[in-house]
C-alpha cells in the first residue's frame, strides 16, 4: 500500500522539521491501515516497530510517501516494511521533471490479531 501526507506547521519540532514523534505516529498508523486491508475482519494491534533511525529532516511543505510492504506473515502476526520518502515541491535544486525525493525513514511494524479478550488469534 501506499500513500502520501503534507507536513505541516503543526508538525514541526523546534528546529522546524517534522518531529519525530508524529513520523511515528504516522508509520503506525498507515502500516496498521495496510494490515487491515490485508485482514478483513481481523482486530490488530502494534505488537513492535523495530530500527528507530531517522535517516534525513523534512521541512515545512514537504509531501511524504509512505510505502508498505507485506514482509512476514506468521500464524498470528504480520510484519510490513515501511519506508517514507520525502518530496519538497519547491526545492529550487530539482530539476523539472525530476521527483527531488530522498527516504527518510525506514523499519519494521509487527502487528498481532487478538480477540475480544485481547489473546492472540490465528490470521486465517
Known amino acids: 500500500m501506499e500513500t502520501y501526507t503534507t507536513v505541516m506547521t503543526e508538525h514541526l519540532n523546534s528546529h522546524g522539521t517534522l518531529f ?31 530500527n528507530i533511525n531517522f535517516a534525513a529532516g523534512a521541512p515545512n511543505g514537504s509531501i511524504l510517501r509512505f510505502v508498505m510492504e507485506k514482509e512476514r506473515i506468521g500464524h498470528t502476526s504480520v510484519t510490513y516494511s515501511v519506508k517514507v520518502y520525502c518530496n519538497i515541491p519547491d526545492d529550487p535544486t530539482s530539476l523539472p521533471g525530476q521527483k527531488g525525493e530522498y527516504i527518510i525513514f525506514e523499519n519494521h511494524v509487527t502487528f498481532v490479531a487478538i480477540d475480544c479478550s485481547g489473546n492472540k488469534t490465528p490470521l486465517s
Open 20 to 50: 519525530g514523534g508524529q513520523l511515528l505516529l504516522w508509520v503506525d498508523q498507515y502500516a496498521w491501515m495496510a494490515a487491515s486491508l490485508d485482514f478483513p475482519g481481523k482486530k490488530l494491534v502494534t505488537r513492535a516497530m523495530d
